[in-house]
């Protein structure tokens, strides 16, 4: 199966996409802050990553940075998700090494055709 982890402080966000990821045949692993989705990707390698951008102890953005710049981690896909779809806010996360970004609330078959991209193209089997 593969690994998703979805980086998200709010707990009916990380129900909600992690049902529908599941569905899709993917392991869903979650962190609540940016230093623990760190710590996570390091120790499970999962083949992509959702980062909030708006998160507690860390945000999104320097955890990306902090992924990005580790040759542990730099190779795994980042997909941005915010709420808060404002000018320039797609260019930050791309700029922070973001691979690619998306709004809040998901359109779910949007965030699939990206997921699809970034894996190749097949379902979470």
């Known amino acids: 199966m593969t690994k ?3 980086v998200e402080d709010n707990e009916d966000n990380i129900y ?3 049902r529908r990821l599941k569905r899709k045949g993917f392991e ?3 962190a609540g802050d940016g230093l623990a989705g760190i710590e996570a990707a390091k120790r499970e390698k999962p083949a992509l990553i959702l980062m909030d951008l708006s998160l507690p102890v ?4 320097e955890a ?5 710049s580790s040759d542990e981690t730099k190779a795994i896909p980042v997909i941005a998700l915010s709420a808060h779809a404002l000018e320039g806010e797609r260019e930050k996360a ?3 090494g973001c691979d690619d970004f998306d709004t809040k609330p998901v359109d779910f ?10 894996l190749g193209g097949g379902e979470g089997a």
């Not at 990306?64 to 990005?68: M, V």
């Open 94 to 96: 791309l700029s922070a």
């Open 4 to 6: 998703i982890l979805y």
């Open 58 to 61: 860390m945000d999104g953005w």
């Open 109 to 118: 078959a949007r965030l699939m055709g990206k997921i699809q991209q970034y």
């Open 16 to 18: 909600m996409l992690s």
């Open 64 to 68: 990306t940075r902090q992924l990005k």
């Open 28 to 30: 869903v692993l979650t």
